[in-house]
């Protein structure tokens, strides 16, 4: 295979045309350059150029060699840009996180890729377990999560803080025991572990959500409200998760005596160098999250 730093030499010394300048051009010696056509001449076993005193002109290989080499040689310069770029708000970011945060976090990246579009969004909605595998597993670049990490290999640091709200049907403005009890609790993924933390705090009744008879479940953060503000029965959700949904006129949502604020967690891989693109969204989310 032909050595790169040889046919560069060669391809300058072609379009300046004179040893010395190419010399200069190159930081390099006379005898250098000279040194370099030498070996290529070696290595392809024929003559590429002929000398006359300080000027050359070139031989059939060696004008073939200079057409086949400058594509070479620009296609290697090519790469060292691309490799060596790292530019802020280029490329695919690949975020993941539970639903909640998702859906404040989603339409804002959104508006930035709106203004830079070669910034492309990546989002997946996951629970907290499946953030840290994805993340693990280099499936994405960042995650956020609503708990520490428990791999050892990926890094969370506590970003911003949500509160957990309680959700009636409109109607009811200081929903007791035994008003919840008689709606019955709308479940969700995070439902029971997000109902133990505000209920137990509030309410000294409250033992567990399986006290509370089901009366329906969603897995679309975006829809959980929906049997709500039918009168179907209550629910514990996060602020962001009620701030997305349209039609809070149709339930209350209630900031109990005792509240309760569910920390958030930016999760990365402790082994790898972010590239400038996947900090750029980790400015903004955390611009969004406070």
Known sequence: ??????????????????????AEQLNMTQSGVSQHVRKLEDHLGCPLLVRHGK????????????????????????????????PAYEGVVRIASPGSMGLKLYRHLLTVQQQHPKLVIDYRFAPNASVEQLIAENSVDIG???????LAD???????????????????????????????FIDHPDGAYHAGLLLSAN???FQHVKQF?????????????EPVCMGLGFTVLPTYAIEAFGNTAAV????LPHQ???????????????????????????????
């Not at 295979?1 to 190419?22: K, Q």
């Not at 970003?159 to 009890?181: C, D, F, H, Y």
């Open 55 to 86: 000027s050359f002109t070139l031989t059939d290989a060696g004008d073939n060699l200079y057409l086949e080499g400058r594509e070479v040689i620009s296609a290697l310069s090519g790469i060292e840009m691309r490799v060596g770029a790292n």
């Open 260 to 290: 309760i604020r569910e920390t958030l967690y930016l999760a990365v891989d402790r082994n790898k160098v972010l590239p400038n693109r996947v900090n750029t969204v980790i400015a903004e989310a955390m611009a969004c999250l406070k």
């Open 203 to 205: 309410y000294p009744e």
């Open 154 to 184: 990926i890094s969370s640091t506590a970003v911003a803080e949500e509160e957990l709200r309680l959700i009636t049907p409109a109607g009811i403005n200081t929903p007791s025991w035994k008003q919840l009890m008689a709606l019955g």
């Open 144 to 150: 956020f999560m609503t708990s520490p990490s428990t």
């Open 213 to 225: 008879d089901s009366a329906g479940f969603s897995n679309q953060v975006n829809l959980i409200l």
């Open 252 to 255: 209350t949502v209630h900031r």
């Open 1 to 22: 295979m032909i050595n790169p730093v040889w046919l560069r030499s060669f391809c300058t010394l072609v379009e300046i045309g004179h040893f010395t300048r190419t």
